[in-house]
């Protein structure tokens, strides 16, 4: 079932500061593993399938744990096409950059 995203940021529910936390928290648990997973396939020579499998173990459990609280977007340039097409505000889209951003240092 299509949801429109928009709507989700106009539900009385919605807490921009669990959104923001979510998407550091989301943006640093994949940098973190995936990351770890490439360090540790090019250290003991195997295939990238690992690796790739790794990159999406990570995102499949975060879009279901914490994907209610923000939509899960864990990336700046989902959060922009987002902004682009009407689905989030402009605003939000600078608070979610900054949360992704700071997750990836």
Do not use: C, D
Request: cysteine-free; hydrophobic content about 55%; overall charge neutral.
């Amino acid at each position: 079932i299509y949801q429109n995203m928009h709507s989700q940021y106009m539900t009385p529910n919605f807490s921009i500061w669990k959104a923001l936390l979510t998407e550091f928290l989301g943006t640093f648990t994949l940098v973190l593993i995936g990351a770890g997973a490439v360090a540790l396939t090019a250290a003991q020579g195997g295939s990238l399938i690992g690796s790739a499998f790794a990159f999406g173990l990570v995102l499949i459990s975060l879009f279901y744990a914490w994907g209610s609280f923000s939509g899960a977007h864990f990336n700046p340039a989902i959060s922009f096409g987002f902004a682009v097409s009407g689905r989030m505000h402009w605003g939000l889209m600078l608070g979610y950059w900054i949360a992704q951003f700071l997750g990836a240092i």
